[in-house]
Every structure is written in C-alpha cells, then in structure tokens.
C-alpha cells in the first residue's frame, strides 16, 4: 500500500511539473510573439516615418520652387505695371510679357520651338502672334493675340473682328488660337475667360485691369490643352497609323488586367492588318507581319513610305 501511495504521489508531482513546463512553454511563446510583433510595430513605425519625411521635404521643395516662380512673375508684372503708367504702348507691354510666357514654354518642351512675332503692322493678323513649330514648314499651333487699350468697353464689333482674324489665320496654318487682351475694360457682350467662337475656335478674354503675373498664369493654363493638341495631331499627320495606335493606347492607360491587354493586341492587330493590305495597294508588296499571342514578327524591311526614306 505504501509503494501505491508514493508511486501516485510521484505521477502527481510529474504531472504537475509537466503542466508548469507547458504553461512556460505557453507564456515564453507568446513574449516571443509580442516581441516580433513590437519590432514589426517599430520599424513599419520608421518607415512610415522616413516616407513623411521624404513627402515633407519634397512638398518643402515644391513650395519653395512654386514661390520662386511667383515671384519673378509678380516682379515681372509690378515692373509692367510702372512702365505702363509712364506712358509706353500697351501692345510693347503685352509683348515683355508674353516673351517671359514663352520663355517658360520654351524651357517645358524645347528650345526654339514657341516663337513670339510683332504682326500689328499685317492687317487681319492681330498684333503680336505665338508660334509652336514642331518641325513642319506650318506652325503647329499658333496664337492670335490682340491687345486694347480702351477708355471704355471694347466694342462687340472689335472682337467679332478678331473673331474673323483668328479664322483667316486658322485657314493658313495647322491650329489655331485667339487671345484677346484689353488692359483696363471688358468687352461687350463677352463674357471673360476661355470661349469658343461662332467659327468654334478657342479664344481667352483678358479683362484689366489685372496684375501681369496673373494674366501670365491663366495664358498658361489656357494654352497647354492646345499645345498637347498639337503635338498630338502632329504625330497622328506623320502616319495615319501613329494616331489610330496613340488613340488605341489612351484608351487602355492604367489597365492592366489580361483581358484589357489582350484586347489592346486585337485593336493594334487589326491596325497592322489594315496596313498591310494599304501598303500591298499602293506598293503591290507588303511586310508580312504576324502578330499572335505575345509575338509580332515582322519577316521584312519596312517600305520607305514608313521609314522616312525617299
């Protein structure tokens, strides 16, 4: 009886030691756990921090660049704003102006590409003119710009004719737009801001008096539409194909699912196939080109008409 009694003693005491292992075990799992846990914590905590900072010191930097240039524009404009109250021509302040515009223009896109030309001494072409020049003999875009210096509203009748100018003049180059800038009035029966006209060009209304650099922003705004535009249609001019394949790209930009890719394959597919049967028209020879799956092989040379060759 006695060896019973310490034999069951001894499994209780085992088993009570086995049960406090367990519970350490347990207890040193789950520190080790909220251990990892905390230093996952600290460093996703760091990381955000480094990207705050970083999101900081870039908006800093924008801010800093954005004030920078509105105040060279605001020099700009106090500087106009004494000279024209000595008395020189408002259409030579437009121009001073209007150069600071396309010096920035120049400096986004290319060098030598936006010219800014005197044309008050030609009839029916406004008094200063902005030309966007690609590389085309034409002007891809051009800028009509009138400016008035009226004591009072600038007459229906004056702007129905720049209406008419911006036409004649869309007539003789590839795109073209109107500014009408009057110094210290409005226009009768016209409202300010962007417009289109009874021909359907765009047109922005200048309305004084207003600070140089304000005008100089809202120009900026009002032409980057056209000028993208323009450089759109330019390239869709070189080759019927290269607008049919930007048009097709635009209307996929930020898909990327499968099926969106496929389909885009399908479009630039038929594009390639309805040139081909042109080309073997006009040239009695085509490339041959395949395109299946995630392969387009085209089997030969371009033809001149596509390179670019005489």
């Not at 309805?274 to 073997?280: C, M, V």
């Amino acid at each position: 009886m006695e060896d019973r009694k310490k034999m069951l003693l001894d499994i209780e005491v085992a088993a009570r030691n086995a049960e406090e292992e367990r519970k350490k075990y347990a207890e040193d799992q789950a520190a080790a756990a909220r251990a990892a846990e905390q230093a996952m914590q600290t460093k996703l905590e760091e990381v955000q921090e480094k990207e705050r900072q970083l999101a900081q010191e870039k908006l800093r930097l924008e801010r800093e660049a954005a004030t920078r240039a509105l105040s060279d524009l605001d020099a700009l404009g106090n500087r106009h704003d004494i000279q024209s109250s000595s008395g020189k021509p408002f259409e030579s302040l437009c121009h001073d102006s209007l150069k600071l515009l396309v010096d920035r223009l120049n400096e986004l896109h290319r060098p030598g590409r936006f010219k800014l030309k005197k044309t008050g001494a030609t009839p029916h072409k406004g008094d200063l003119r902005i030309d966007f020049n690609i590389g085309d003999p034409r002007p891809s875009l051009t800028v009509v710009v009138e400016c008035k210096d009226y004591a009072g509203p600038v007459p229906r009748k004056e702007v129905e004719k720049f209406e008419n100018d911006v036409q004649q003049t869309h007539e003789e180059v590839s795109f073209c737009v109107g500014v009408m800038w009057s110094r210290q009035t409005h226009f009768v029966g016209v409202m300010d801001g962007p417009r289109r006209t009874a021909h359907g060009h765009y047109c922005h209304m200048v309305a004084g008096p207003l600070e140089r650099a304000v005008v100089l922003r809202e120009l900026e705004f009002f032409l980057r539409p056209h000028i993208h535009e323009a450089l759109r249609r330019n390239v869709a001019d070189s080759h019927p194909a290269y607008g049919a394949c930007l048009d097709i790209f635009r209307s996929f930009v930020g898909t990327r699912t499968l099926p969106a890719l496929e389909s885009m394959r399908d479009q630039l597919a038929k594009v390639i196939e309805d040139l081909r049967k042109q080309e073997k028209r006009t040239h009695g020879a085509a490339p041959a080109i395949a395109v299946s799956g995630r392969k387009r092989k085209i089997q030969s040379s371009l033809p001149s008409a596509w390179s670019g060759r005489k």
